[in-house]
């Protein structure tokens, strides 16, 4: 099985408190977003269980991008 992220964490991404994110199946999610809505978003993935949906949100350009 794959995994269905990848994160690139650079100088700039570490210096700034944010990853770049690469999603298999969430392409909404690619881009660079905060750790902190990271973790928020993986949480609630793993809590509710789900397999990760397509979902209208661009993490640059937030909700109904």
Do not use: C, N, W
Not at 28 to 41: M, N, Q, R, S, Y
Request: charge should be negative; charged fraction near 30%; glycine fraction near 6%.
């Amino acid at each position: 099985a794959r995994d269905p992220y990848m994160l690139i964490i650079g100088a700039k991404e570490a210096e700034q408190g944010q990853v770049s994110v690469r999603s298999r199946v969430r392409k909404d999610l690619d881009g660079v977003i905060a750790v902190e809505k990271l973790h928020e978003i993986l949480v609630d993935e793993i809590q509710s269980r789900a397999l990760p949906q397509e979902k209208s949100f661009s993490p640059t350009l937030g909700e109904d991008a």
